[in-house]
């Protein structure tokens, strides 16, 4: 019997328990957090100073990406980073400031983000709540969990070396 399996029982102890339980939490809690509706968003609204493609370094990992922004005046700027709203920024945002240079942003407090954009009464796109990072944390953390529980509980032999039947099995 090979090392990996000779701490299977410890493994699943010592990491899938813990990592289990803390993805379910991870999840619950993005379930609890992410704003339901507008309501929850704060809102800027003010004249648009200037938009387009913007390249902004991370000083995270030191690398750097293409935004959307969108510069309001006297609010500072704006962005998204999603491929799909930056298309359709990209093509309606110049048409519609045609009619109407007053621009509301919808964002997530202490945030840059656009969640929900409009240009007059016209809405560019609607927020939809990310609710797929709370499925993904909770579905990992579920399954890890009942599958360390399960282990645990049908495999106590793993630990002891000990079969069920009370034979001391070898390694």
């Not at 100073?49 to 959307?68: L, M």
Request: with cysteine; hydrophobic share 40%; aromatic share 16%.
């Amino acid at each position: 019997m090979g090392f990996w399996q000779r701490y299977s029982y410890l493994r699943a102890l010592f990491v899938g328990l813990p990592f289990g339980f803390g993805c379910l939490i991870t999840g619950i809690n993005y379930f609890i957090e992410i704003p339901r509706n507008v309501e929850g968003l704060e809102v800027v609204s003010g004249n648009v100073q200037g938009f387009g493609i913007k390249r902004i370094k991370s000083e995270v990992d030191n690398s750097s990406y293409e935004v959307f922004f969108v510069e309001v005046e006297q609010k500072g700027w704006y962005y998204t980073e999603l491929k799909s709203k930056k298309r359709l920024l990209r093509r309606e945002l110049a048409e519609e400031l045609r009619t109407s240079r007053l621009v509301e942003i919808w964002h997530m407090n202490g945030q840059k983000n656009i969640e929900q954009i409009s240009v007059g009464d016209k809405f560019l796109y609607e927020y939809e709540p990310p609710y797929w990072m709370g499925h993904v944390f909770f579905w990992i953390g579920a399954i890890t969990l009942v599958s360390a529980i399960g282990y645990v509980v049908l495999h106590p032999e793993d630990l002891t070396g000990k079969k069920r039947n009370g034979k001391v099995s070898k390694w």
